[in-house]
T-cell receptor, first 110, second 122 residues
Framework: HSVLTQPPSMSAAPGQTVTISCSGS????????VSWYQHVPGTAPRLLIY???KRPSGIPDRFSGSKSVTSATLGITGLQTGDEADYYC???????????FGGGTTLTVL | QVQLQESGPGLVKPSQTLSLSCSVS??????????WSWIRQRSGTGLELIAY???????FHSPSLKSRSFISLDMSKNQFSLRLNSVTAADTAMYYC??????????????WGQGTRIVVSS
C-alpha cells in the first residue's frame, strides 16, 4: 500500500470544482513540501504543483495546491473534459528516508 | 524543452537482470542542479521511486530495492541507466525516468518520459 493516502476515484461535471486530498504523517507531509502530478495513461506524467503550492510555467491557474498539518490538497476549478486523468501526490519521507507517493486518484469529468 | 525517452527489453525472464536506459535531450545530465530518477508503477498500485543520481553527489537507491538496483550515468551519451537484478513477476511494471529537483524538504519530478513497459515472465 502507498505511504500517502488518496481517494481512489472522484467524479464531477464540467465547470465544477474538485479537491483531491493526500493524507500523510509528521514524517512526510508534516515537514516537507508536496508535489502533484497529472497522468493520462499512455503519456508522460506531468508536474502540476511543486513546493506544495507553486505552479510550473504553462500550468493554468485552475490548478492549485495547499497543505494543512499532515494533509495536502489539489484543487481544480472550472473542470474540463481534458482534466480526466490520474492524479498523484508525492513528497519525501524522513523516517523511511525515501521518496513516497500516493496511490493515485482517477478523476472522471462526467 | 527537456525530453526523456526510456528504452528497455519489454520482456525479461525471472531471475535475470533488467537493464533500462533513459536518453535525455534538451538538458545535460551533468548540469549541476538536476538529479535523474527512475520510478515505476506496478499494476493497480501507485508510483514507486527506485533510485536517483547526480553527476557530482552520487546515487540514492530506495531502501526497498537497494540490494537489487544500480543506477548510473553515461555522460558521453547524455543517458542514465538502471539495472535491476534477480527480477521476479513482482517487478512487472511501467518504468519511467524523470528529471528531478532535490533540496532540503523537497523532491520534485519535473519532467518525465512516457515510460517503458516491462513484463517479467518465463
Amino acid at each position: 500500500h502507498s505511504v500517502l493516502t488518496q481517494p481512489p476515484s472522484m467524479s464531477a461535471a464540467p465547470g465544477q470544482t474538485v479537491t483531491i486530498s493526500c493524507s500523510g504523517s509528521t514524517a512526510n507531509i508534516g515537514i516537507n513540501h508536496v508535489s502533484w502530478y497529472q497522468h493520462v495513461p499512455g503519456t508522460a506524467p506531468r508536474l502540476l504543483i511543486y513546493d506544495t503550492d507553486k505552479r510550473p510555467s504553462g500550468i493554468p491557474d485552475r490548478f492549485s495546491g495547499s497543505k494543512s498539518v499532515t494533509s495536502a490538497t489539489l484543487g481544480i476549478t472550472g473542470l474540463q473534459t481534458g482534466d480526466e486523468a490520474d492524479y498523484y501526490c508525492g513528497t519525501w519521507d524522513n523516517s523511511l528516508n525515501d521518496g513516497v507517493f500516493g496511490g493515485g486518484t482517477t478523476l472522471t469529468v462526467l | 524543452q527537456v525530453q526523456l525517452q526510456e528504452s528497455g527489453p519489454g520482456l525479461v525472464k525471472p531471475s535475470q537482470t533488467l537493464s533500462l536506459s533513459c536518453s535525455v535531450s534538451g538538458d545535460s545530465i551533468s548540469r549541476g542542479t538536476s538529479y535523474w530518477s527512475w520510478i515505476r508503477q506496478r499494476s493497480g498500485t501507485g508510483l514507486e521511486l527506485i533510485a536517483y543520481i547526480h553527476y557530482r553527489e552520487g546515487a540514492f537507491h530506495s531502501p526497498s530495492l537497494k540490494s537489487r538496483s544500480f543506477i548510473s550515468l553515461d555522460m558521453s551519451k547524455n543517458q542514465f541507466s538502471l539495472r535491476l537484478n534477480s527480477v521476479t513477476a513482482a517487478d512487472t511494471a511501467m518504468y519511467y525516468c524523470a528529471r528531478t529537483s532535490i533540496a532540503m524538504t523537497k523532491i520534485t519530478f519535473e519532467n518525465w518520459g512516457q515510460g517503458t513497459r516491462i513484463v517479467v515472465s518465463s
